[in-house]
């Protein structure tokens, strides 16, 4: 397939105008079968067979199919052209629009003698396509955006407000819809009846196109006109106005559009077109929509939108509308109407029993996945059975959750009392896996991502393995799974390459920093017996003894010292240790925090000795002391700036609270 850039000269002859459709389709067809494109242009909704073996990613290759198809058609196009495709993300779709729009006319040239369309002996006589060429100038006019003309042809034929142009069966309407000719737009709704606006070109009404472009005011002017249409989907996508313009995020239309819209149409019976509103609405944060929805038809929280998912699970998909930080007013907002959206679902659970629970049970696992606490902690309050509910592999929410690395919502177990907590910490899944034969997996890579460095990442699953030890039965620790390996086992099995990795990573960093530690060691040790100004020849004494500065240049010259010998010999400890897996947890982060705090202040002491033996020796010359003693801070903000993190996160890690909050208050 092509990659290269193209331009529409090398493609096709001329770009696509009003008289050379069939030439340009013909170039532009070949020209796309031989970049292998023509299968975007043909299919609409999935890639075919041998394109899903070719590609390990099929969705990701045919988009870019189809994404380089588009190019390609819309760089061929005119401008006249162009703009009737400028918004489309279908391949498909822009050819169908092309052909709607211009196949009739390269049928119909303008200099074509009457009497060949409109004799019957002509094999290929269409009497659609004869009709309309009477009303061909004034959707030249329409197009053009030239209401003058297109009204004196009116004047003419009076139905031609109403036509239809032969095999795409769009209206005048239609097309100054597309290319958004607002004042046309109002003067043939006026001129239009109500069943005129229902007419639907490859599936799409003309109410459906403003919408899906945002332009509220062609939105309000057909709306005006007829109720009817707004209830009226797409045929490709079954999307009604109020759907494509949420989609789009032309959210003035949308509020327009909903409160307009009669509410029996958004009711479950209708159709999925509520709760895909109410799924739209959620995933952007727009939950005032959302709310007021949900609060007039509570049904609505489990029925599935056009693409198969309901608010719950919408809900569920969002992690960030949960901030746990509310650091601005308006997330504080989003945070309480989405609480308060949550407790009215909890609601309506209560009330649900048999397979209307399957739905709620997938929402659970969805956001354990997502590490929604408080999705979790609210639908347990308001049935605690749930608690018992597990996935395909028979894995309940607190496995899963372990199995996720969700801390926030494992620590929820801690909400149990303890005889329930210890029967759920007991349960195995389909493979035999235990609670604690999960903690021994390998975290999700997306969770480790997130903790800088190997070492740091082994110690963290140490960490969770501890934990879940702790809420274990002894029993437990022993039980074998269906290959016969212990928790322990389970752990060694899937890290033995991650201890490697953290072996690698603590022995590279401790080298460098031996290195640099040995190094301030020499400088220092020398710099104690040549002092700046030298020593009295008589006595052996440094001159400036009696200086304070001289004081400093000493007192940071021994901090300097001592401290990059114990971190040396810190790292000397990381370098020669066994690096066993449970020194992981502890030991090796100890020496790498002491080796790294040791090693700053041995740095940073050194710039102090450096700065005043420099004042001593110079301190009258001040016009170039201070940019020098300025210039001494910059190692010590490298240092900052590169380690300190690393420093900060390994200590919190270490010796801070912990991951795991057991203090929390239990369900009642």
């Not at 009003?18 to 389709?25: E, G, I, P, V």
């Not at 002017?221 to 109720?227: D, G, L, P, Q, Y």
Request: net charge neutral; glycine share 4%.
């Amino acid at each position: 397939m092509a990659t290269s850039a193209v331009s529409a000269g090398t493609i096709v002859v001329e770009v696509l105008n009003n008289s050379n459709y069939l030439d340009w389709s013909v170039y532009l067809r070949n020209y796309l079968l031989a970049q292998d494109l023509w299968d975007a242009v043909k299919a609409i909704d999935e890639p075919p067979e041998d394109e899903e073996k070719k590609a390990d990613d099929p969705l990701k290759a045919w988009r870019k199919k189809n994404a380089m198809a588009l190019h390609t058609i819309q760089i061929s196009c005119g401008p006249e052209a162009f703009a009737l495709i400028r918004d489309s993300n279908s391949a498909k779709f822009a050819w169908d629009a092309l052909a709607a729009n211009f196949k009739t006319q390269a049928l119909l040239p303008s200099d074509l003698p009457v009497e060949s369309a409109t004799s019957s002996n002509n094999p290929g006589y269409d009497e659609s396509v004869c009709d309309f060429r009477q009303y061909q100038p004034f959707f030249k006019a329409v197009r053009s955006g030239d209401w003058n003309k297109a009204k004196e042809l009116l004047t003419l034929h009076p139905n031609a407000a109403r036509a239809k142009i032969p095999y795409s069966n769009k209206t005048a309407l239609y097309i100054a819809t597309e290319l958004e000719h607002e004042h046309i737009v109002e003067e043939l709704v006026q001129l239009m009846l109500e069943e005129d606006l229902e007419i639907k070109s490859s599936g799409w009404t003309a109410l459906a196109v403003a919408a899906d472009r945002g332009n509220i005011k062609i939105v309000k002017c057909m709306v005006r006109k007829s109720k009817k249409i707004l209830s009226i989907a797409t045929e490709n996508n079954n999307m009604t106005p109020i759907l494509l313009a949420c989609i789009s995020e032309h959210w003035d239309v949308v509020r327009y559009l909903y409160s307009v819209t009669p509410l029996e149409d958004l009711m479950p019976d209708k159709g999925p077109y509520g709760a895909g509103l109410v799924c739209h609405s959620i995933g952007v944060k727009k939950f005032d929509i959302a709310q007021e929805l949900i609060n007039r038809c509570p049904k609505l929280v489990l029925t599935k939108d056009p693409f198969g998912i309901s608010p719950m699970h919408a809900l569920a998909f969002l992690p960030s509308i949960f901030p746990r930080i509310n650091r601005i007013r308006e997330m504080k907002l989003i945070h309480i109407q989405s609480l308060q959206i949550l407790d009215h679902m909890c609601e309506v659970m209560t009330h649900l029993d048999g397979k209307e629970m399957e739905d709620v049970h997938e929402a659970i696992f969805r956001a354990v996945e997502r590490g929604i606490f408080e999705f979790f902690d609210r639908i347990f309050q308001a049935s605690p059975n749930l608690v018992w509910s597990y996935n395909r592999m028979r894995r309940n929410a607190f496995q899963f959750a372990i199995e996720c690395r969700q801390e926030k919502v494992y620590t929820l177990i801690y909400k149990l009392d303890k005889r329930k907590r210890s029967s759920i910490a007991n349960l195995v899944d389909t493979s035999k896996n235990g609670m604690l034969h999960v903690a021994g997996m390998l975290s999700p890579l997306a969770k480790l991502d997130n903790i800088s460095g190997a070492a740091l990442q082994m110690q963290r699953e140490l960490q969770w393995f501890k934990e879940v030890e702790t809420i274990t039965f002894p029993r437990s620790r022993e039980a074998l799974n269906a290959e016969f390996l212990a928790p322990r086992d389970v752990f060694t099995k899937n890290h033995k390459e991650l201890v490697k990795e953290g072996e690698r990573w603590m022995k590279e960093t401790a080298t460098s920093c031996t290195f640099v530690g040995a190094l301030i060691f020499t400088i220092m040790f020398a710099s104690a017996f040549t002092v700046p100004g030298g020593n009295n020849e008589q006595t052996g004494i440094p001159i400036f003894l009696n200086k304070k500065i001289f004081m400093v240049f000493i007192v940071s010259d021994a901090i300097s010292l001592f401290s990059s010998t114990t971190s040396v010999l810190m790292f000397l400890g990381i370098l020669t240790s066994h690096y066993a897996e449970d020194d992981f947890l502890k030991s090796l982060p100890t020496k790498m925090i002491i080796g790294l705090s040791t090693l700053f202040f041995s740095i940073a002491a050194m710039m102090v000795a450096f700065s005043s033996a420099l004042f001593i020796m110079i301190h009258q010359q001040s016009w170039i002391v201070v940019p020098i003693i300025f210039l001494a801070t910059v190692p010590i903000t490298l240092f900052i700036w590169m380690q300190f993190p690393l420093l900060v996160e390994m200590f919190i890690s270490t010796y801070g609270s912990g991951t795991f909050d057991r203090k929390v208050k239990q369900w009642t």
